[in-house]
């Protein structure tokens, strides 16, 4: 029965959707809900799953890999850049630390310095899954503890590459060959290699900087969103492959990848397509890694196993306190540095399979590092929440909230989606005022020219959430409406209200009748598209006919004003039931109050800064004046 | 020879008798800037380097006006607020307007009697324009007696008019001619009875 695929994804995704709402409920994340569910429906629990499964944990590390693009997305080169002595600095001494210390230990404890070399280089591998997704979860993933966290673990990426490199070298016992499946590269001779990689790694800069973005924009033209996501994935593993066969880790390519897309008007539209896939197979990952964990290996020596993840936990949190804190960290955030990374991560159990087959450990070793490795997972989300529960609030007393380590959101005040006509207007507008806008539209011509202008443009459909919240719709203020589909716009209104109703809403309608829709439902900005233009030729009709300025000008506004306010008149009358007879007589009091705007300006213009009473009052008065002294 | 510049403010000139009519009294007059302020910015968005540059072009400043509420209608009000800058009219490096002339000219309702101490609007009329006085002396402007036309309101419609008319006319070309007494013009009540035997 394990072998049927469709009823592996029921049980997976059943496990998924049961634990993760309970662990949330309880305040543990969204992580800690996976591996539960992991073990649930691993052979130690209800035996679902069949043990050792592969072909899920190769599926489930595609997740990684995605995330690392997604990561790669918000990371522009120039941040990258920027973070490069943390990251070397940093994360190179956290590796180096480790692995030096772990290996040392081994020694003491009677291994050989090869087995001891390859185990500390594994150990010191942090799980970049579990941690992003947890500090993502909090929140964190912004504040400067987090940003070092994140160095550390783009550091240990990297450091991947080289380990892999190295771990053949260190083994003890011949193995057949064959076990260890060499990529075609590999076979060639060292500087081949080389080349090759750094041939992979220009081929996605360059790709990703020249062909990438007219690929995209001819895709957009398509107005295909399925097409656009296919391409999106389609990318993501081609790039996996392209790293695989050069011997470079995928996470590590698909990242550099979205590092050089980071840039382009695709990336919210990219973001929003990857996001679920990750979200679902980073969920996989994290079950598959509960249901690998050996609890029969740890009931046989449960204190040693015990020990060992103790010891490595207390081992990787020591060097990364000393390190942060030589960093120039503060206590807490060294602290909150040590407590997120100190677990094992899941480059490991690739290490670990490498260093099995090419003869580095024995297979019991590797077993019980295996063991270890899941076990500390396990241990992270309750470390962390440990953390934040009972840690965090004895620190922030003496530290003073530091409100600047929340690095302020990027993001503009000001969504406008739609950047037609009126949007592009409206966006000129409000940068000539100089507030910061967002702009979404599905032009990709469009979209190009914009950011040739050097405006924070990007390609997608506003309706979708994901684009939304990658737009930083969360912390905008004011979404603008523009599209010219009120079908369209009835459906972003939708979203926004149902998702972020912090945002005030200013939208175009076509005509009367849109309008009317919204103001009953309760939109108060509802702009007619047409009436602006019409109100400004009306003015300049006034001005030809030889009216004064100023005359014309509170003509106009007297009728606007008026005008508009029948609108939101009719709108209340208007009602749902769509009854012939009440659309009739909609009409007809429509009509009516057009008439009556006729007649309004008129009289209520007349009456500005008139003196005809004045003069009729001073008249009688002269009269009355004359007869007094006619009578004199 | 000193330039005049006449700074219109009536709101609703399209019913205006009295105005109208001593506007045109000075229409076509060489070195005199008729400049109509609501026609120019219907939306009260007065271009000031525009205005301060005309201002500097001109010796002599007349503001004609209503009298509204017992002082110029609203765009003469952010004329000055927004044009007469500091650093440009006042303080210690303005001094673009300096030296030149200041004046009103105005029609009013009430009758002359009404303007006095004692009478229906209790103040005369340099004293209800003292925020102009006062505008043009922190500007080192010199100010005139006003130009004041009263009863406007009872004025024959066909006739009614052509004295004042004619006083306003005289009144612009002196300005312009430097013909005018300014001591004599600044201490008076009404700038009318200095031109109105010329
Ligand atoms: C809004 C308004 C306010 C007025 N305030 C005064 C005033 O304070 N004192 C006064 O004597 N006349 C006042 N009047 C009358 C005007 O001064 C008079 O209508 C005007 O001078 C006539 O000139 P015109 O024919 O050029 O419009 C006022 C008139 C209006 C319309």
Not at chain 1, 161 to 166: E, S
Not at chain 1, 249 to 261: E, K, Q
Not at chain 2, 20 to 44: M, N, S
């Amino acid at each position: 029965m394990h072998d049927n695929v469709l009823l592996q994804a029921f049980i997976y995704l059943a496990a998924a959707v049961a634990a993760v709402p309970l662990a949330r409920r309880l305040g543990m994340g969204a992580v800690l809900g996976y591996l539960l569910a992991g073990i649930a429906i691993g052979p130690f629990g209800l035996h679902l799953v069949p043990d050792g499964s592969e072909d899920v944990l190769h599926a489930a590390e595609f997740g990684v890999v995605m995330m690392l693009f997604l990561i790669g997305l918000e990371l522009r080169p120039s941040m990258l850049w920027r973070m490069r002595v943390a990251v070397l600095g940093l994360g190179g001494a956290q590796i180096l630390g480790t692995a030096a210390l772990a290996a040392i230990m081994a020694i003491v404890v009677g291994s050989g310095w090869k087995p001891a070399v390859a185990t500390g280089l594994i150990l010191a591998m942090s799980s970049t899954a579990i941690v992003l997704q947890s500090l993502a979860e909090a929140g964190r993933l912004r504040t400067d503890a987090g940003q070092r966290v994140f160095s550390i673990l783009l550091a240990q990426d990297i450091a991947v590459i080289p380990i892999l490199a190295v771990l053949p070298l260190l083994a003890t016992h011949a193995v057949s060959s064959g076990a260890g499946e060499a990529h075609g590269v590999a076979t060639l001779p060292g500087w081949q290699q080389a080349l090759a990689v750094l041939a992979a790694v220009g081929a996605i800069v360059g790709a990703g900087r020249y062909l990438l973005r007219p690929v995209f924009r001819a895709i957009a033209r398509t107005h295909l969103r399925e097409v656009f996501t296919a391409t999106a994935l389609l990318l993501v593993v081609g790039i996996a492959l392209l790293m695989q066969v050069v011997g470079l880790s995928p996470a590590l390519g698909t990242f550099l990848a979205g590092v050089v897309l980071a840039d382009s008007e695709y990336r919210h539209e990219l973001e929003g397509d990857i996001e679920p896939f990750k979200g679902l197979l980073l969920g996989l990952f994290f079950i598959s890694v509960g249901a690998g964990i050996d609890f029969l290996l740890v009931a046989r020596t449960p204190g040693t196993i015990l020990g060992l993840v103790v010891g490595v936990l207390a081992l990787k949190g020591l060097v990364l306190y000393a390190v942060a804190r030589t960093f120039r960290s503060t206590h807490a955030d060294g602290l909150f540095v040590a407590t997120a990374l100190c677990q094992v991560g899941e480059f490991a159990f690739v290490l670990l399979a490498l260093a099995r087959t090419s003869g580095v450990l024995t297979d019991g070793e590797s077993g019980r590092l295996v063991a270890v490795v899941a076990l500390s997972m396990l241990a992270t989300p309750l470390l962390l929440l440990a953390y934040t529960r009972f840690l965090e609030p004895r620190l922030a007393a003496p530290a003073v909230a530091r409100p600047a380590d929340e690095v302020a959101d990027a993001h503009a005040p000001v969504i406008v989606a739609g950047f037609g006509r009126v949007g592009s207007t409206i966006g000129r507008l409000l940068r000539a005022s100089g507030v910061g806008t967002t702009v979404l539209d599905l032009d990709g011509d469009r979209i190009e020219l914009l950011r040739r202008l050097g405006l924070e443009a990007y390609y997608g459909d506003a309706t979708r959430l994901e684009l939304l919240t990658a737009a930083g719709a969360a912390t905008a203020k004011v979404l603008v409406l523009a599209v010219d589909d009120f079908s369209v716009t009835q459906r972003l209104i939708e979203v926004a209200r149902r998702h972020f109703p912090h945002l005030a809403l200013v939208v175009r309608v076509p005509d009367r009748a849109e309008a009317y829709v919204l103001i009953n439902d309760g939109v108060t900005d509802v702009h007619r598209e047409t009436t602006g233009t019409a109100c400004d030729m009306g003015f300049a009709t006034l001005r030809a006919l030889g009216y004064r300025a100023f005359q014309a000008r509170r003509a106009v506004q007297a009728f606007r004003a008026h005008d508009e306010q029948g609108v939101r008149v009719l709108a209340g009358s208007s009602g749902d039931e769509a009854s012939y007879v009440r659309a009739a007589r909609a009409r007809i009091a429509e009509t009516e109050q057009l008439i009556a705007a006729l007649d309004f300006v008129d009289r209520h213009f007349d009456l500005a800064w008139d003196n005809t009473t004045l003069r009729d009052e001073a008249e009688s008065r002269a009269e009355l004046d004359a007869a007094i002294d006619a009578t004199r | 020879m000193p330039r005049v510049l006449v700074l219109f403010a009536h709101p609703a000139y399209e019913k205006s008798r009295l105005n109208r009519r001593l506007l045109q009294a000075i229409r076509g007059l060489d070195d005199v800037t008729i400049h109509d302020l609501y026609e120019a910015y219907p939306d009260f968005q007065i271009d000031v380097a525009a205005e301060q540059a005309r201002l500097v072009a001109h010796d002599v400043i007349v503001v004609q006006h209503p009298f509204y509420w017992y002082s110029a209608p609203a765009l003469a009000k952010e004329y000055l607020d927004l044009v007469l800058e500091h650093g440009f009219a006042y303080g210690s490096t303005g001094h673009a307007l300096d030296g030149k002339v200041l004046l009103n000219a105005t029609t009013t309702g009430g009758p002359e009697a009404a303007y006095q101490v004692g009478g229906r609007n209790r103040y005369t009329m340099r004293q209800l324009l003292a925020p102009f006085d006062q505008t043009a002396y922190l500007c080192r402007m010199r100010y005139l007696a006003p130009f004041v036309v009263h009863g406007a309101l009872r004025l024959d419609p066909d006739t009614g008019c052509t004295e004042a008319q004619r006083q306003y006319r005289s009144l612009v070309v002196a300005l312009r001619d430097g013909a005018l007494d300014l001591d004599r013009a600044a201490a008076a009540e009404r700038i009318n009875d200095l031109v109105g035997g010329a």
